[in-house]
T-cell receptor
């Protein structure tokens, strides 16, 4: 059984660009949540997808968008990147049977 | 609105000493509470969770936490610190227990273990 995987590991972008981060959920999990962790802070909830539908959103602007695929993998898209978007982006998956999120290793995004 | 406060951004203990990491929560509904650990350059690993069952919760690696409603606290303890416990610890409260937990995290406490 594989855990939650994320790609890429690291990414460097410039202001104004767009980025797509990817997450493969743990086998058997149908829910994916995304979190942003700025340096020295706790993770902040961005949004959650349950069975391919958005199921809750945190206090993030619309330029943060997501998608969940039929195999329950997920993408996080960020448009018009800003310097403050530099952070570790964490994906977490869970299931109906065990709802506690399991986290992936994260993608470190640097915006220059 | 739900929130979590972790007192002390850094806690330093000697190897073999008691570990106490403090967490207070605010919630208008019965809370679901969690402790996660984060090692350098890694994601978050669940240590333990409270979901309205026993108030004393035992987790992995010898950690435990006690839910105290009267004090709105969920402090994390370990009787004897080990060097491998050095990491960042996050307390979190769930925004809901519907389909899945959406977590609100505290700002974290970095645990340093002195030899």
């Amino acid at each position: 059984e594989t855990g939650v995987t994320q790609s890429p590991t690291h990414l460097i972008k410039t202001r104004g660009q767009q980025v797509t981060l990817r997450c493969s959920s743990q086998s058997g999990h149908n829910t994916v949540s995304w979190y942003q962790q700025a340096l020295g802070q706790g993770p902040q909830f961005i949004f959650q997808y349950y069975r391919e539908e958005e199921n809750g959103r945190g206090n993030f602007p619309p330029r943060f968008s997501g998608l969940q695929f039929p195999n329950y993998s997920s993408e996080l898209n960020v448009n018009a990147l800003e310097l403050d978007d530099s952070a570790l982006y964490l994906c977490a998956s869970s299931s109906d049977g065990f709802k506690v999120p399991f986290f992936g290793p994260g993608t470190r995004l640097t915006v220059l | 609105a739900q929130s979590v406060t972790q007192l002390g951004s850094h806690v330093s203990v000697s190897e073999g000493a008691l570990v106490l990491l403090r967490c207070n929560y605010s919630s208008s509904v019965p809370p679901y509470l969690f402790w996660y650990v984060q090692y350098p350059n890694q994601g978050l690993q669940l240590l333990l969770k409270y979901t309205s069952a026993a108030t004393l919760v035992k987790g992995i690696n010898g950690f435990e936490a006690e839910f105290k409603k009267s004090e709105t606290s969920f402090h994390l303890t370990k009787p004897s610190a080990h060097m491998s416990d050095a990491a960042e610890y996050f307390c979190a409260v769930s925004m809901g227990a519907d389909s899945s937990y959406k977590l609100i995290f505290g700002s974290g406490t970095r645990l340093l273990v002195r030899p």
